[in-house]
């Protein structure tokens, strides 16, 4: 009996010990909520993370000590991906100096929401059309009434249901997909990010979009979203100011040809 007891106690002390070095090894674990944005977020031809802030994340990591794993989300879900601990931040062209709503439905700063980090990318939203089409997008008058399609819970989502009627606004779980619907005629324009759309509109099976050039929207800054409180916000931003002295970041930024529009600042209003 007593052997018997001696092995249940055994069992029951590794199975604890296995238990806490896997809580421990989850603390140096830093989850990266993404969607799938060419040059920013995406996989290469053997499923590995690449791109500007794929690599940038990486190279934080090796700065606070942690491993650095991305888990794709739907864009429109970010808010509760990161409150219930399924993400520890979100680091997709996440534009700072926006809004959105709050579980109220209140239209409040994204800044209300989560903690920033500092910001280091400036962008801005634009319009896609087709090319045979432009000539009717002149201004942001002209987009009243017409039909169009953004990222769900994206700054685009906000801007168009300002700009035309909210009826008339479709979402798709990520700006990728929203390429294929102004393509098809189902809408008659899209909200992206600029950087995203110079990369895809006269390429390829897009070849016939053009961003229109005659509507300018708000400048944005791009920064990393934390939940509330978190003090992975202060270690992140010393490393983002590290990778900024040392040259790094701009060499990267450089690597996927965002260099013109690197731009590290502690303020994101």
């Known amino acids: 009996m007593k052997k018997i007891i001696a092995i249940i106690l055994a069992l029951v002390m590794t199975v604890g010990a296995v238990f806490t070095m896997s809580s421990c090894a989850s603390d140096d674990v830093l989850v990266c909520g993404v969607t799938i944005f060419e040059k920013m977020n995406e996989k290469d031809a053997n499923g590995n993370w690449t791109g500007f802030e794929s690599e940038f994340a990486m190279e934080v990591g090796k700065i606070i000590g942690m491993e650095v794993k991305f888990q794709e989300i739907d864009w429109g879900q970010k808010y509760n991906e990161l409150n219930s601990g399924a993400i520890d931040c979100i680091w997709n062209g996440f534009t700072a100096n926006s809004s959105d709503k709050d579980p109220s439905g209140n239209e409040v700063k994204r800044s209300d929401l ?103 929207l708000t400048s944005e800054i791009y920064a990393v979203g934390f939940k509330k409180g978190s003090e992975l916000t202060a270690k992140v931003n010393a490393a983002i100011k590290e990778l900024d002295e040392n040259g790094k970041l701009m060499e990267l930024a450089k690597k996927y040809g965002f260099e013109n529009v690197l731009k590290v600042t502690e303020t994101i209003e």
């Open 114 to 216: 989560v903690d920033f980090s500092y910001g280091y990318m400036l962008n801005e939203q634009c319009i896609v059309v087709k090319k045979d089409n432009v000539a009717n997008f002149t201004s942001e008058e002209s987009l009243k009434g017409k039909t169009a399609c953004v990222e769900g819970g994206s700054a685009g989502e906000s801007y168009a249901k300002k700009a035309t009627d909210e009826d008339n606004v479709l979402t798709a779980t990520s700006q990728l997909k929203a390429f294929p619907e102004v393509k098809s005629g189902a809408v008659d324009f899209i909200v992206v990010d600029i950087l995203l759309a110079k990369n895809i509109c006269g390429e390829g099976d897009y070849a016939d979009l053009v961003i229109a050039e005659d509507i300018k």
